[in-house]
C-alpha cells in the first residue's frame, strides 16, 4: 500500500485530521491538488523573503523515493500533538505506535538521540522530544515535553528553522513553571 494511504487509514483518519494530506505528484512533480486544497495553500519564501516556488512546489531537490510533502492545518497539527503528549482519547495501537516512534533508538551523545521519527535532547531538568524540519521554502517544528503533556507546533512559510527557540527556551520553561505548580 502507498505510504500516503497508510498514512491516511492508519492515522488521520482516526485522528479526525480532515484538513491533512499527501497529494499525488504530477509529471512534472507538482502536488496535484484541487482547488479548494490550493486555496489553502500558502506562499513559501526563503529566509531572505524571496518567494520561492510557485505554491504548493516541492523543490525537486528535496524529492527523493518514497518521500513527498505533507500539507496539514494548525487545528490538525494540533490534534496529532495532542495525541502524541496525551493520547488517552485516541485508539490504544495507535496510542502505542507513536510513543514507538518516540523512543530513542540510537544515541548521539549525552544530550542528543534519535528515534524512529523524533530527536531526543535532554537539558537540565527536561527531555524534550521533537522534529524541526522543512523546505528551502517552509518550515515546521513540533516539540514534546511528554512527562508533562506539553506540546507546541510552529509553521513559517519561510525556509529558516524557528526550533531552537522553542527546543531550548519555550519548551523547558513551561516544563519548570508546570513542576513548580504541581509540587
Request: hydrophobic share 45%; net charge positive; glycine share 10%.
Amino acid at each position: 500500500m502507498p505510504i500516503g494511504a497508510l498514512i491516511q487509514h492508519r492515522i488521520l483518519r482516526p485522528l479526525a485530521m480532515d484538513a491533512s494530506f499527501i497529494p499525488e505528484r504530477g509529471a512534472d512533480n507538482r502536488a496535484v491538488m484541487d482547488g479548494a486544497w490550493m486555496r489553502r495553500v500558502v506562499q513559501g519564501y526563503s529566509d531572505q523573503g524571496t518567494a520561492v516556488g510557485p505554491i504548493g512546489d516541492q523543490q525537486s531537490y528535496f524529492d527523493f523515493p518514497g518521500t513527498g510533502q505533507m500539507f496539514s492545518s494548525a487545528r490538525d497539527l494540533a490534534t496529532f500533538a495532542a495525541a502524541c503528549v496525551d493520547g488517552r482519547a485516541i485508539d490504544p495501537n495507535l496510542r502505542e505506535a507513536l510513543r514507538m516512534t518516540q523512543r530513542e533508538v540510537f544515541r548521539v551523545d549525552d544530550k542528543f538521540g534519535q528515534g524512529m521519527a523524533w530527536e531526543t535532547v535532554r537539558l537540565p531538568g527536561v527531555t524534550v522530544i521533537d522534529k524541526p524540519g522543512g523546505l528551502n521554502n517552509a518550515s515546521g517544528y513540533i516539540g514534546l515535553v511528554p512527562s508533562r503533556r506539553i506540546a507546541i507546533v510552529l509553521l513559517a512559510n519561510r525556509g529558516e528553522y524557528p526550533h531552537e527557540i522553542a527546543r531550548y527556551k519555550i519548551l523547558p520553561a513551561l516544563a519548570h513553571l508546570l513542576a513548580s505548580h504541581a509540587g
